[in-house]
């Protein structure tokens, strides 16, 4: 399978316990995006990267969340003292080079805060 | 927040009828995207549509783009029980990061057989 894949689906956690999520995304995509995405809502943009660069972070980002993409190919992105509105889905995305091109997006990870 | 705003929020229809789903959204933009999540699946993207462009059309898909009323619209012709999904547009806004996409609320769409 040549798609986004993301690991692991599910994650169920107590409250104040860090998670880590990690993404791969289509090979030749040099553009991967993070999205969260609440229970009857579209997704939100968390961040995104370019290669290894992180360009940009949306205020939703806490100083909770950081994310990462070291060399330019998967990416993690981590919650540190996860809180019960962290519950989400997760979702990562890859795309070519910036332009009006669709993104391709991975099955998530749901998360479960108790 | 959101920019996309959908409507309906949910439609309900019969195999082989005509389901039309509309969005507004606030700020100008560089294109357009509809995307189909299917219950527990990722956003499938369907179509793109760009600032310049007024309609376009995929398999059974016609999407319309009016920039003047700042609104689009996706027509799923003679529809299917598997076309059961949520639909969502997202723009792409000029002005911010291409790619950074801000997605609708969705229209949640049941065909019925």
């Known amino acids: 399978d040549t798609g986004v894949s993301q690991d692991p689906r599910h994650k169920i956690t107590k409250r104040g316990q860090n998670v880590t999520f990690r993404c791969d995304p289509i090979?030749?995509?040099?553009?991967l995006y993070w999205y969260r995405q609440t229970l009857g809502q579209g997704p939100e943009f968390l961040t995104y990267?370019?290669?290894?660069?992180?360009?940009?972070k949306s205020r939703l980002l806490s100083d909770r969340f950081s994310a990462e993409r070291p060399k330019g190919s998967f990416s993690t992105l981590e919650i540190q003292r996860t809180e019960q509105g962290d519950s989400a889905m997760y979702l990562c995305?890859?795309?070519?080079?910036?332009?009006?091109?669709?993104?391709?997006f991975g099955p998530g990870t749901r998360l479960t805060v108790l | 927040s959101q920019q996309g705003e959908e409507d309906p929020q949910a439609l309900s229809i019969q195999e082989g009828e005509n389901a039309t789903m509309n969005c507004s959204y606030k700020?100008?933009?560089?294109?357009l995207q509809w995307y189909r999540q299917n219950s527990g699946r990722g956003l499938v993207h369907l179509i793109l549509?760009?600032?310049?462009?007024r309609e376009k059309h995929s398999g059974r898909l016609r999407v319309t783009l009016d920039t003047s009323k700042k609104s689009s619209s996706l027509l799923i012709t003679a529809s299917r029980a598997a076309d059961t999904a949520s639909y969502f547009c997202?723009?792409?806004?000029?002005?911010?990061?291409?790619?950074?996409?801000?997605f609708g609320q969705g229209t949640i769409l049941t065909v019925h057989p």
């Open positions: 995305a890859s795309s070519l080079a910036a332009g009006d091109i669709e993104q391709f």
């Open positions: 090979s030749e995509h040099n553009r």
């Open positions: 990267f370019q290669n290894e660069a992180q360009l940009e």
């Open positions: 700020t100008s933009i560089n294109n």
């Open positions: 549509i760009r600032s310049n462009e």
């Open positions: 997202a723009t792409d806004a000029r002005g911010t990061s291409y790619g950074k996409l801000t």
